[in-house]
């Protein structure tokens, strides 16, 4: 028991430790995304959200590598953004999840 107690240990030490915030960072890539402003239907304004993923490792249902371009609709309840570039970082096994590096501007 105790055996599997150090293992598990070590294991969170690895995932949680600060020696893991380099392979942490490996599983982001960085790329250049477009955004797109649009108005809903119901009025609301929104953007789209585009880029492309070369440094994606996913593969799709046929068996085909996942580099984009991805195309995201963001609803905003507020201020409409402007048509514009901006960074972002997305998981490279899984390419939809991304975090934004800079921010849309607002108009």
Known sequence: MSGRLVVLITCL??????????????????????????????????FTIIYDAPESTAINAEGQAIKGP?????????????EQKIKIRYLRDEPVIFEYITLPKEK
Request: charged share 20%; net charge negative; glycine share 10%.
């Open 13 to 46: 030490s690895l995932l949680l430790g600060s020696g893991c915030a380099g392979q942490r960072e490996n599983l982001w890539a960085q790329t250049t995304a477009s955004i797109v402003p649009f108005i809903d239907p119901d009025g609301e304004p929104g």
């Open 70 to 82: 991805i195309e995201q609709h963001v609803v905003k309840r507020q201020a409409q953004v402007e």
